[in-house]
């Protein structure tokens, strides 16, 4: 099992940025893939980035790419994300995730957090 705990999240005004952060327990983050999944208000859940384990590979979202930047710091069992350039459109509950396979597909993650709300400001 692993828990998963996300910090970070608040109101920010568009071209702003914040770092979002998920801390792990349970077991280590460095044997499972791990990412970031988004929910706007009344929408469907989207992949946004991740890591594969190992690190082998990194996967960002169209519209997060150039922006947001994903990280994990394995000594720590934590992950990052960190946006920049944040406009009104990533408005959002953020969900920290982890599997022992990276996917762009919401449903295929087994671990999640208990999500943090970004909002972005125009």
């Known amino acids: 099992q692993v828990q998963l705990v996300e910090s970070g999240g608040g109101l920010v005004q568009a071209g702003g940025s914040l770092r979002l952060s998920c801390t792990a327990s349970?077991?280590?983050?460095?044997?499972?893939?791990v990412g970031w999944i988004r929910q706007p208000l009344g929408k469907e859940r989207s992949f946004v980035a991740g890591i594969s384990w190992g690190d082998r590979e990194t996967r960002y979202a169209d519209s997060v790419k150039g922006r947001f930047t994903v990280s994990r710091a394995n000594a720590e069992n934590t992950l990052y994300l960190q946006l920049n350039g944040l406009m009104p459109e990533d408005t959002a509950v953020y969900y920290c995730?982890?599997?022992?396979?990276?996917?762009?597909?919401?449903?295929?993650?087994?671990?999640w957090g208990q999500g943090i709300q970004v909002t972005v400001s125009s």
């Open positions: 349970g077991r280590t983050l460095s044997s499972y893939a």
């Open positions: 995730v982890a599997d022992p396979y990276l996917s762009t597909i919401p449903d295929r993650w087994h671990y």
